[in-house]
């Protein structure tokens, strides 16, 4: 089973998904969690230092970048969703925030398509308001990186999460309230999980 946890800056997913990784564990659910972009991957250090500000891409190389990191391990996935594997944002969050700078859905679907990307069976949506979720990010202690210091790509890409997640583009949506504590969150996605299992 492969799923996917998605959200805006601020939503919790990192959070989140720790917490349903020691869920899972007490539960003795065999489960891998993944999160993007990764380092060590192909554009690995040219994303963060975008992130950083250190270098500039355009919206198309933006996608290229992170989607390229999804092509490389696709037949990774692939094997691991033999039992359950767990990613914390995926190409929804990749069409979301390119296309919150210009890059069409249709395109960007378009390639998912051509490079055969393996389709989550169900993602997990932490809904929350925008100006909640900027307001958490303002207040942690590590410096933001360009996507959480702009606040219109906040309601941006809370504007288009939504849209995705009712056209339930690229699979199957369940919206999580993220207003509640992350362990309530994660319980209610174990609870989603233990349910597929049993089908």
């Known amino acids: 089973m492969f799923y996917t946890i998605e959200g805006i800056d601020g939503a919790g997913c990192g959070v989140v998904r720790r917490a349903l990784e020691k869920r899972l564990t007490e539960e003795k659910i065999p489960f891998e969690s993944l999160k993007y972009p990764v380092p060590s991957l192909p554009f690995g250090r040219d994303i963060y230092d975008f992130l950083d500000s250190k270098i500039e891409m355009t919206s198309e190389t933006q996608f290229i970048a992170f989607i390229g990191q999804m092509v490389a391990e696709k037949a990774r996935i692939q094997k691991l969703r033999q039992k359950v594997v767990i990613v914390d944002r995926y190409l929804p969050c990749t069409l979301v925030f390119q296309g919150a700078n210009g890059f069409p859905l249709k395109k960007g679907l378009a390639m998912a398509k051509l490079f055969e990307l393996e389709k989550p069976d ?78």
């Open 122 to 199: 169900r993602i997990f949506y932490l809904q929350l308001p925008w100006k909640v979720a900027f307001e958490r990010k303002n207040k942690e202690a590590r410096a933001s990186d360009r996507h959480e210091k702009d606040k219109k790509l906040y309601q941006k890409t809370s504007e288009l999460y939504d849209e995705l997640s009712n056209k339930k583009v690229f699979g199957s949506w369940q919206i999580i309230d993220a207003t509640q504590t992350p362990e309530q969150e994660a319980e209610e996605i174990l609870k989603r999980i233990k349910k597929d299992i049993k089908k």
